[in-house]
């Protein structure tokens, strides 16, 4: 089922991650007075009724007095054009329409997507009839809505859904569907070249030159009867270094590549430090709750003595901690060193991926771990755990019923999540933990408690009485 894209649009501080937030009932985007917070496109799959689709928070505007003002905003609607089918275009009802305003309503009217003017901040009646103004933008009749109040927005997603195309639906593959695994990292660290070696001949343009690939390349192939797709994507320069729009598309495509795989492949140069990008593009995996391996390359450019293996390995993960959890593989595509062990690891990580835990195995885990530390109190009180649960997988995600449940400090919940792996594995996998207060019920129940009290306590004052 492919599902249509929603953008959403406008220029910086209008309330556009306050409204992705909403939509995707989740605080997922950063939201900030500061301009230009949103700094990456950021995706959550929405069920709205009966419609689903993908909206999407787009970001980088960075829209400082001193930068290419009108580049910006066009490169931006543009990228947001290219996959969406309805486009959210947020402007500000406390300000009125400013001249970024009209220079993407300009651009949309030029396109066959279905808009929405939505406008946001119109906490009180008179900016709403007061909004006329936003009609200039030729656009239809605008949506006026309050982020900040969780005003208007049911509306709007009703509209939004009946305007949207129908999914496509794609008939049903009797083969296994495919794993999809995205090879990312620093232009020239060897991509292209170690696909060529898995596949065993020169699909991809191979080149010194950094940024050969310009594209996002598909390729299907199978691997002991296990259909595999592997993404070879532009190499992701530091965006102080893209310096034309082609490159921006391209590292886009790459961003969209992640999200859309099951496995990501890091690929480092053996040969180079560990750089700001390589970190920078393991915090999106990361984010992104992907699997993830983390393939070194070139390793057979490397003086070994008995040491250098650990001290890389130690180097790497001090430089990536956000991925202590993935395992490591020092290959080479240029002789093909250990490049097929890549595809066995894929195939257990997919499956650590899609594991999902028996719920009394988990308890009794959390029962161990509490009985062995118990969470540390916090401002002089101590949460209580009650019970755990898995709810989804890719990433394997749990929920936690506790007692005072905003009260777990960080250090706790690296303790639990560690348990779980040494439970139950989950290698290159992230893990994800959400929290229930069971607070409100047991106050509740404490209430209704006093209540019974004060009625028997009543009761036997009248027959003393």
Request: proline share 5%; aromatic share 8%.
């Amino acid at each position: 089922m492919t599902q249509p894209v929603v953008a959403i649009v406008g220029r910086p501080n209008v309330g556009k991650s306050s409204l992705f937030n909403l939509i995707a009932k989740e605080r997922i985007a950063v939201v900030h007075d500061l301009p230009g917070v949103t700094r990456d496109r950021i995706y959550a799959d929405v069920e709205w009724g009966d419609g689903h689709f993908t909206v999407v928070d787009t970001g980088g505007l960075d829209l400082d007095p001193e930068d290419h003002l009108i580049s910006s905003v066009q490169w931006q609607v543009e990228v947001a054009l290219e996959e969406a089918a309805v486009i959210l275009f947020v402007v500000d009802a406390q300000t009125g329409i400013m001249p970024q305003d009209l220079l993407i309503a300009n651009m949309l009217r030029k396109t066959d997507k279905e808009i929405f003017v939505v406008v946001n901040k119109a906490d009180n009646v008179r900016l709403e009839t007061e909004g006329t103004e936003f009609y200039q933008l030729a656009l239809g009749d605008p949506f006026f809505i309050s982020c900040a109040q969780n005003m208007g927005i049911n509306i709007l997603l009703d509209e939004v859904v009946f305007a949207m195309p129908e999914a496509e639906t794609e008939r049903a593959d009797p083969v296994a569907e495919s794993i999809k695994i995205a090879i990312v990292g620093r232009p020239n660290a060897g991509k292209s070249s170690l696909i060529n070696a898995i596949i065993g001949e020169d699909r991809l343009i191979v080149d010194d030159q950094p940024g050969t690939t310009r594209d996002a390349i598909n390729i299907s192939f199978a691997y002991n009867a296990v259909p595999f797709e592997l993404i070879d994507t532009a190499g992701m320069r530091r965006k102080t270094a893209i310096n034309s729009q082609l490159e921006q598309s391209t590292v886009q495509r790459a961003i969209r590549s992640i999200r859309k795989s099951d496995i990501s492949w890091l690929v480092v140069d053996a040969t180079r430090e560990i750089a700001h990008q390589d970190k920078t593009i393991a915090n999106y995996i990361a984010r992104q709750g992907k699997a993830c391996i983390l393939a070194v390359n070139k390793w057979d450019l490397i003086a070994k003595d008995n040491s250098t293996f650990n001290q890389f390995v130690e180097s790497i993960r001090r430089q990536m901690p956000q991925l202590f959890y993935v395992p490591m593989l020092f290959v080479s595509a240029l002789t093909e060193l250990r490049v097929m062990k890549l595809l066995d690891l894929t195939l257990t990580i997919d499956r650590e991926y899609s594991t999902t835990v028996p719920t009394q195995a988990l308890n009794n885990l959390l029962t161990h771990l509490k009985n062995a530390h118990q969470p540390p109190r916090s401002g002089g009180v101590r949460p209580s755990l009650k019970y755990m649960t898995q709810i989804k997988v890719r990433p394997p995600t749990f929920l936690l019923f506790a007692r005072h449940a905003h009260k777990i400090q960080p250090h706790y919940e690296a303790y639990l999540m560690n348990g779980i792996r040494e439970a139950f594995g989950f290698s290159g996998t992230p893990l994800r933990i959400y929290y229930r207060s069971a607070d409100a019920k047991s106050e509740r129940n404490s209430g209704d408690q006093q209540k019974e009290r004060g009625r028997r306590a009543a009761a036997a004052r009248r027959r003393r009485a």
